[in-house]
């Protein structure tokens, strides 16, 4: 079994299910359906073992794991999310987006400020 996103006429993801390969080329699903395998263990370009945060061997497939309302990038054969605000860009290698300030390297959690550019510390 494999992951697969079905993608509207503007490469938007719609759904995404669990299916066999010969089920998706049957025509079972809709044949003017666009159907992209995509691995639930991919993100950023690395592959992970199963419900682990460790890289393992496994072949990256699409940059992430595709979700609802996702972009397939055919030229870049990648699958990214939408824009979370709009100081944020789009690293053409993980096709993960990035904040214009790294997000604080310590045990707490915070929140992005886009009207100030920074990030707001979250209170226990």
């Given at each position: 079994?494999?992951?697969?996103?079905?993608?509207?006429?503007?490469?938007i993801?719609t759904?995404?299910?669990?299916?066999?390969?010969?089920?998706i080329?049957?025509?079972?699903?809709?044949?003017?359906?666009?159907?992209?395998?995509?691995?639930?263990?991919?993100?950023g370009g690395i592959h992970?073992?199963?419900?682990?945060?460790?890289?393992?061997?496994?072949?990256?497939?699409?940059?992430n794991?595709a979700?609802?309302?996702?972009t397939?990038d055919?030229?870049?054969?990648?699958?990214?999310?939408?824009?979370?605000?709009?100081?944020?860009?789009?690293?053409?290698?993980s096709?993960?987006?990035?904040?214009?300030?790294?997000?604080p390297?310590?045990?707490?959690m915070?929140?992005?400020?886009e009207e100030?550019?920074?990030?707001n510390?979250?209170?226990?």
């Amino acid at each position: 079994m494999a992951h697969f996103a079905e993608l509207d006429e503007n490469n938007i993801v719609t759904r995404v299910i669990v299916a066999e390969q010969d089920f998706i080329n049957s025509g079972a699903v809709g044949e003017s359906s666009n159907w992209v395998q995509t691995s639930y263990n991919t993100r950023g370009g690395i592959h992970y073992a199963p419900n682990s945060n460790e890289p393992d061997s496994g072949i990256a497939l699409r940059k992430n794991y595709a979700g609802i309302g996702f972009t397939y990038d055919s030229d870049r054969d990648a699958f990214y999310s939408e824009q979370p605000y709009p100081s944020w860009t789009l690293n053409e290698d993980s096709c993960l987006w990035e904040s214009p300030v790294p997000y604080p390297d310590d045990d707490e959690m915070y929140t992005w400020d886009e009207e100030n550019q920074g990030w707001n510390l979250i209170e226990r």
